[in-house]
């Protein structure tokens, strides 16, 4: 399996190198940067997630996606555990931002390609559960954190989601076991093959917008990715020693958690005026190296098992 997922992670190497070239060559501005990362995140992604649930009712799939629900909180909790105790509130210190990248990770962009190569739509299927869980946190304890306010308004963006819309309406034909018109099927499944490609291409052009000659210049952002890249990870992978799960739902959480710091993280700083260039240098940083740590990841777990 570290194979397959190393594969994927040299095709995501490559394919963020065309999206940085793109951008250079004056093909990509920002503005388009911005307009294809919406595409992806409010078509492309539903429709690869509602496409998961088009399979047959089998009880050991629900029982699945209960157990990456658990894993996913499990995972969660330890993130925010290494948070709150490695980045201590300092003065002059971008605590919150630095926070909010260790503990949300990039799971769609990047967890969604990693697992449809090593697993396929069962692995979106137990993916479901912990983007779920990701968007409520996000627009929660996330929002309450940027923002400084402990209101918990913000939780009716959950339900507005489009991933979250492609979750529900996805259960209620996998429960249902409604199968979608195969002409609809096959134009969603192009549509959805569109999601590594495009995905990688904004990374890419995001990335080489960071001048990261001067952030590698930075040892702060040396400790923050290893905080989210290497140990969170690996005491999650310690902690399925205690949740002794399928192998599938165990492997598709690691690759959720283990992703770079989530690109919400930038809009977040945007929306309430806070630090979006560091925001973004830490994105840019934890994605290149994500490259080789989620592979990195995957090995770790599989000499453990």
Same mark, same amino acid.
């Given at each position: ?10 095709i ?5 190198l ?13 503005e388009?940067?911005s ?5 992806v995140?409010?078509?492309v992604?539903p ?21 990456t ?7 969660y909790?330890?993130?925010?555990a290494?948070a ?7 003065e ?5 931002i630095?926070?909010f ?11 969604i390609?990693?697992?449809? /190569? *090593?697993?396929g739509?069962d692995?979106?299927?137990?993916? @479901?559960?912990? $983007?779920? &869980? +990701?968007?409520?946190?996000v627009?929660?304890?996330g ?9 918990l ?14 979750i ?11 199968e979608l ?13 569109l999601?590594?490609?495009? /995905? *990688? ?8 917008? @960071?001048?990261? $000659?001067? &952030? +590698?210049?930075k040892?702060r952002v ?19 020693q ?20 989530a ?19 830490l ?11 989620m ?9 453990l098992?």
């Amino acid at each position: 399996m570290a194979g397959i997922v190393l594969n994927q992670a040299i095709i995501m190497f490559i394919l963020i190198l065309v999206g940085a070239g793109c951008f250079k060559l004056n093909l990509l501005s920002k503005e388009s940067i911005s307009q294809i990362s919406g595409l992806v995140l409010k078509v492309v992604n539903p429709i690869v997630i509602l496409m998961a649930y088009q399979k047959e009712y089998k009880p050991e799939l629900v029982h699945n996606l209960g157990r990456t629900f658990v894993l996913s909180l499990v995972s969660y909790l330890i993130a925010m555990a290494v948070a709150y105790l490695g980045i201590p509130e300092k003065e002059n210190r971008e605590t919150v931002i630095e926070r909010f990248s260790c503990i949300y990770s990039n799971c769609g962009f990047m967890g969604i390609p990693l697992v449809m /190569a *090593m697993f396929g739509y069962d692995g979106v299927f137990y993916l @479901t559960a912990f $983007l779920t &869980v +990701f968007n409520a946190l996000v627009w929660s304890h996330g929002v309450m954190q940027m923002s400084g306010e402990k209101s918990l308004k913000s939780l009716a963006k959950v339900l507005r989601s489009p991933a979250i819309i492609a979750i529900i309406i996805g259960m209620i034909l996998f429960f249902a076991q409604i199968e979608l018109p195969s002409v609809i099927a096959e134009t969603f499944e192009e549509i959805g093959s569109l999601n590594s490609p495009l /995905a *990688m291409i904004v990374a890419g052009a995001t990335i080489i917008q @960071t001048d990261l $000659l001067k &952030v +590698f210049r930075k040892p702060r952002v040396f400790y923050i990715c290893f905080l989210k890249l290497l140990l969170i990870p690996v005491l999650t992978v310690l902690a399925f020693q205690l949740f002794p799960y399928d192998k599938t739902v165990e492997m598709t959480v690691l690759a959720a958690i283990a992703a770079p710091s989530a690109a919400i993280c930038t809009m977040q700083c945007l929306n309430y005026h806070r630090n979006a260039a560091y925001a973004s240098e830490l994105f840019g940083v934890t994605t290149l190296f994500s490259i080789a740590t989620m592979p990195l990841m995957m090995i770790i777990y599989e000499s453990l098992l």
